[in-house]
């Protein structure tokens, strides 16, 4: 399988990104998805993941209200929308993919991984 992550940039705080990842090499709808960020010296964290039809979806506290996923599985792609994004919000973006059943928020629980997306919020 195969992601690949774009969208990212510089942004002023309070602008938005649109982040998308494009899948290939395996039925995209069967598969949960998931946005993970990691700025430097920080672990990998989970932003916000979405089951394999849309029905599910799951933030992390600090982007509650400000991010949204969504998939479109007729074009094999999930996206992040990101508004009201502050300084905090820097790091590098990643889009995963897990065979799991229910929304896995860690990591390991993630099998497949795209080479990430740069996203820097100027203060």
């Known amino acids: 399988v195969q992601l690949q992550a774009s969208g990212g940039g510089l942004v002023q705080a309070g602008g938005s990104l649109r982040l998308s990842c494009a899948a290939s090499g395996r039925t995209f709808s069967r598969y949960i998805m998931a946005w993970f960020r990691q700025a430097p010296g920080t672990e990998r964290d989970v932003v916000a993941a979405?089951?394999?039809?849309?029905?599910?979806?799951f933030y992390r506290n600090s982007v509650k209200g400000r991010f949204t996923i969504s998939r479109d599985n007729a074009k094999n792609t999930v996206y992040l929308q990101m508004n009201s994004l502050k300084p905090e919000d820097t790091a590098v973006y990643y889009c995963?993919?897990?065979?799991?059943?229910?929304?896995?928020?860690?990591?390991?629980?993630?099998?497949?991984w795209g080479r990430g997306t740069q996203v820097t919020v100027s203060s």
């Open positions: 995963a993919q897990s065979q799991k059943g229910v929304l896995p928020v860690t990591a390991p629980q993630y099998d497949s």
């Open positions: 979405i089951s394999w039809n849309g029905a599910s979806t």
